[in-house]
């Protein structure tokens, strides 16, 4: 089992940037594919990006392709997500979520352990 603790939102003007943390528990991360989602209120959660266990493999939702970057570093057991140019639209509580079968998933049921996420707001 893992557990997972989103860090890094907040308050941004648009076209700011900001930097959300991932930090696993235990020492299997490096097996689990992870991803990051959103849920922005009365909207149902979304995939925004996802990467494979070792890192070599990205794949992004089309809203936020070319402005946000999804990286890992499984020495630290830590998962990113560097959001650049943020919009308004960007705004909603992102998770974090790891699924055991280490692969890129863009359904949110595929994946097995979910963070409590962190509040991103994007002012225009």
């Known amino acids: 089992q893992v557990q997972l603790v989103e860090s890094g939102g907040g308050l941004v003007q648009a076209g700011g940037s900001l930097r959300l943390s991932c930090a696993a528990s235990g020492r299997t991360f490096s097996t689990y594919g992870m991803g990051w989602f959103r849920q922005a209120p009365g909207k149902e959660r979304e995939f925004v990006a996802a990467i494979n266990r070792n890192g070599g493999s990205t794949y992004y939702a089309d809203s936020v392709k070319g402005r946000f970057t999804i990286s890992r570093d499984n020495a630290k057991n830590t998962m990113y997500l560097q959001m650049n140019s943020l919009k308004p639209e960007d705004t909603a509580v992102y998770y974090c979520?790891?699924?055991?079968?280490?692969?890129?998933?863009?359904?949110?049921?595929?994946?097995?352990?979910w963070g409590q996420g962190t509040q991103v707001t994007v002012s225009s």
């Open positions: 979520a790891a699924s055991r079968t280490g692969w890129i998933k863009m359904d949110r049921h595929e994946y097995d352990y």
